[in-house]
C-alpha cells in the first residue's frame, strides 16, 4: 500500500501536475525547519515575482544570469573590435608615413 501511494505521489510530481509549484518551496521549508513566518515569506515573494514577471523565481534568475553572460560577451567582443580598429588604423598612418618618407627620400635622390 505504501509503495502505490508513494508511486502515486512521485508520479503527480513528476508529471507536472501540481497545481501551485510556488507552494513546494516553502512546504518543504516548513516541514523541515518549522518555521511558519519564514515559509509564508516564501511563498508570497514567490507569488508576487510570478505574477510581476510571469516566470517563476528560478526561471528569472536563470534569465537574469544568462542575459549578463551575453552582455559580458557583447562587450569582450567590441573591445576586441575596438583594439582591432586602433591597430589598423595606426598601421595605416605607419604605412602613410613611410611612402611620404620613401617619396621624398626619392625627390631628394633624383634632384642631386
Given at each position: ?5 508513494l508511486?502515486i ?13 510556488a507552494?513546494?518551496g ?13 515559509a ?31 552582455k ?9 573590435l575596438?583594439?582591432m ?5 595606426r598601421?595605416k ?20
Open positions: 500500500m505504501k509503495n502505490i501511494f508511486n505521489l512521485l508520479l503527480i510530481f513528476l508529471s507536472g501536475c501540481l497545481q501551485s509549484t507552494m513546494v516553502p512546504s518543504m521549508t516548513f516541514v523541515s525547519t518549522g518555521n511558519f513566518s519564514h509564508l515569506g516564501t511563498f508570497v515573494t514567490n507569488k508576487a515575482v510570478e505574477e510581476e514577471t510571469g516566470l517563476q523565481p528560478h526561471e528569472l534568475i536563470v534569465k537574469k544570469v544568462e542575459e549578463q553572460q551575453i559580458n560577451k557583447d562587450k569582450k567582443i567590441n573591445k576586441e575596438s583594439a580598429l586602433e591597430n589598423n588604423i598601421d598612418q605607419l604605412l602613410i608615413l613611410l611612402e611620404n618618407n620613401i617619396k621624398k627620400t626619392r625627390k631628394i635622390i633624383n634632384s642631386n
